[in-house]
Nanobody
Framework: QVQLVESGGGLVGAGGSLRLSCAAS????????MGWFRQAPGKERDFVAR????????YYADSVKGRFTISRNNAKNTVYLQMNSLKPEDTAVYYC???????????????WGQGTQVTVAS
């Protein structure tokens, strides 16, 4: 069982930056691949980024590639999402999630945080 708590969301102007953090409980954090997803009002939850258990492999949605960076610190049981060059269309609730699998779909992730709101003003 893994419990996830996101933080770091807020209001930022277009072109600005934010860093989201996701703190995980439990001693098996390094066993899980981690992902970030986002959900805008009235829309489905979309994949943003994924990082494998060791941090050696990352994958991004095309919409954030080159602007967002996912990383993790297994000693601190934390995964991060550095978001640069933010756009109004990045506005959403951002969720972190943990998985033992290898897919990028919502259903392939086993544990979810409660989400943190990111709002990008134009």
């Amino acid at each position: 069982q893994v419990q996830l708590v996101e933080s770091g969301g807020g209001l930022v102007g277009a072109g600005g930056s934010l860093r989201l953090s996701c703190a995980a409980s439990g001693r098996t954090f390094s066993s899980y691949a981690m992902g970030w997803f986002r959900q805008a009002p009235g829309k489905e939850r979309d994949f943003v980024a994924r990082i494998n258990w060791s941090g050696s492999s990352t994958y991004y949605a095309d919409s954030v590639k080159g602007r967002f960076t996912i990383s993790r610190n297994n000693a601190k049981n934390t995964v991060y999402l550095q978001m640069n060059s933010l756009k109004p269309e990045d506005t959403a609730v951002y969720y972190c999630a943990a998985q033992t699998g290898r897919d990028y779909t919502v259903s392939s992730f086993d544990y979810w945080g409660q989400g943190t709101q990111v709002t990008v003003a134009s």
